[in-house]
């Protein structure tokens, strides 16, 4: 049945009926769910998450064609094991931004821009996003992240230097700020 | 109108009772052939699919149509002998399930599907019917035909017409 159910996972790719891959691939912190539509990666749901409850909103925001496809995952999933081996600095997947709307999107592209090992104020963040003033409207923006880790909103940190908030649970925002060498340098 | 789960929840749910279906009704070595066909055209339609309340009965009547395109396309070329000794509840001996499916497999096609939803899938009347597109009543009728044939030619009962020879 497993071999039936590869075949037509990769059929259903060739014929473009995939609209939704997703697998699911381990990390130091418990497993990750990945989900990438034909145009990128749309979703990382973080090991604190209800993985069906992720499935769903796939279902429902993106498309019910939710199929799980680890092939379409693989790259991505190369990229993390390296990123966690602290042997990668840069992820380079194409990402699918149809999950976060408006200033919300603004937010989470000017997440996408802060360089490992560095970290940005939730202020600065807002600036960058266009409206200075909206600090808790990105804040909410940063846990709203459809993309954590490869989207970095673990750099994001109150200003003054307080972690503020992390969807992953606090210890995992300052675990991968420790492994990105950017706790000693604020 | 209910909110469609991710299709990835039909195939955990119902690939297993799809697949012995399909090995009843068109014999194993053709069943995955009917398998992924009946997916496929499962995933090109489940966007517009409206009513999501009976996924299991809409996939087995796609496997249905399927079978019998299948069939279609092969004329009147005899069935396999259908292996279903990986079904759920096969006994010890499948070489005697073996038989019944390879008998279950020569008889016509509306009563065939009906023993194979009812003991291959275990659906109860109303979803065979469902899947055959016909009233519960006429589905019985079909599974009582196909039952009362099948016992005819396993020997539980004298065949019509022998003992006047």
Not at chain 1, 119 to 132: D, K
Not at chain 2, 50 to 78: E, F, Q
Not at chain 2, 123 to 132: D, G, K, Q
Request: hydrophobic share 45%; glycine share 8%.
């Amino acid at each position: 049945m497993r071999a039936a159910l590869k075949r037509l996972a990769d059929r259903a790719d060739a014929e473009g009926l995939l609209d939704v891959a997703y697998a699911t691939t381990d990390s130091p912190f418990g497993p990750l769910l990945l989900a990438a539509t034909p145009r990128g990666l749309v979703k990382l749901s973080l090991p604190t998450y209800d993985s069906d409850e992720a499935l769903e909103e796939l279902a429902h925001r993106v498309s019910p064609r939710v199929v799980e496809a680890p092939a379409r995952l693989d790259e991505a999933r190369r990229q993390l094991d390296l990123y966690f081996d602290a042997k990668l600095t840069a992820f380079d997947l194409p990402l699918d931004w149809q999950l976060t709307h408006h200033f919300r999107r603004r937010v989470v592209r000017a997440i996408h821009r802060i360089p490992y090992g560095q970290t940005r104020s939730y202020t600065q963040i807002a600036t960058s996003a266009g409206n200075e003033r909206a600090v808790r409207a990105a804040g909410t923006a940063c846990g709203a992240n459809p993309i954590p880790i490869v989207v970095p909103c673990h750099r994001v940190l109150r200003s003054g230097g307080a972690l503020g908030g992390y969807g992953g649970g606090l210890p995992m925002k300052e675990a991968l700020l420790e492994l990105e060498g950017a706790l000693q340098s604020r | 109108m209910t909110a469609l789960p991710p299709f990835q929840t039909l195939l955990d749910d119902h690939a297993a009772d799809v697949m012995a279906v399909l090995r009843g009704a068109v014999g194993r070595a053709d069943a995955e052939d009917c398998f992924q066909e009946t997916f496929l055209a499962a995933l090109r339609a489940y966007p517009r699919l409206g009513n999501a309340s009976n996924l299991r009965g809409w996939l087995l009547t796609i496997a249905h149509r399927k079978a019998i395109d299948h069939h279609r396309a092969n004329g009147r070329r005899p069935l396999p002998v259908a292996q279903v000794a990986e079904m759920a509840g096969a006994a010890a001996d499948p070489e005697a399930y073996e038989g019944i499916w390879a008998l279950v497999g020569a008889l016509p096609p509306k009563q065939r599907a009906a023993v194979a939803l009812r003991y291959g899938a275990d659906l109860p009347h109303a979803e065979i019917a469902a899947a055959l597109g016909c009233s519960p009543a006429a589905a019985r009728r079909s599974l009582h035909e196909g039952i009362k044939k099948l016992r005819a030619d396993l020997g539980g009962e004298p065949a019509l017409g022998k003992e006047r020879a």
